[in-house]
Nanobody
Framework: QVQLAESGGGLVQPGGSLRLSCAAS?????????MGWYRQAPGKQRELVAG???????NYADSVKGRFTISRDNAKNIAYLQMDSLKPEDTALYYC????????WGQGTQVTVSS
C-alpha cells in the first residue's frame, strides 16, 4: 500500500522560506516514480505547483518559477519542495503525489504566508 507523508508546512512571513518533505512508502522502486506537489487555496481549484520525473527533470507552475525548487532523494524515498520568497498568495494546503500504478496522494500540509 502506497503512503505519502508530507511535512514542513507552517506559518511564515512574506519573503520567508519553507521546505516541504514528502516521504513515500510502499513503492518498490522509488527512483522510477514521478513525484510532485499540488496546492489548493480556499475557494480555488487544486493546481499543480511542481513535478519531478523519475530521472529528475523538474517542471514548475509559472507562478512559482524562480522561487520554488523541487528535488528528490532516491536513497531516502523523499521528495522535497524548497519554497523561497514566499508570498501571501502561496497560502494553501499543499499535497504531494506519486505516480505509481496510478496516482497516489498525501493528506496535505498547510502553508500560511502572512505578516
Amino acid at each position: 500500500q502506497v503512503q505519502l507523508a508530507e511535512s514542513g508546512g507552517g506559518l511564515v512571513q512574506p519573503g520567508g522560506s519553507l521546505r516541504l518533505s514528502c516521504a513515500a512508502s510502499g513503492i518498490n522502486i522509488f527512483s522510477r516514480v514521478a513525484m510532485g506537489w499540488y496546492r489548493q487555496a480556499p475557494g480555488k481549484q487544486r493546481e499543480l505547483v511542481a513535478g519531478i520525473t523519475s530521472v529528475g527533470v523538474p517542471n514548475y507552475a509559472d507562478s512559482v518559477k524562480g522561487r520554488f525548487t523541487i528535488s528528490r532523494d532516491n536513497a531516502k524515498n523523499i521528495a522535497y519542495l524548497q519554497m523561497d520568497s514566499l508570498k501571501p498568495e502561496d497560502t494553501a494546503l499543499y499535497y504531494c503525489y506519486a505516480d505509481y500504478v496510478g496516482r497516489h496522494w498525501g493528506q496535505g500540509t498547510q502553508v500560511t504566508v502572512s505578516s
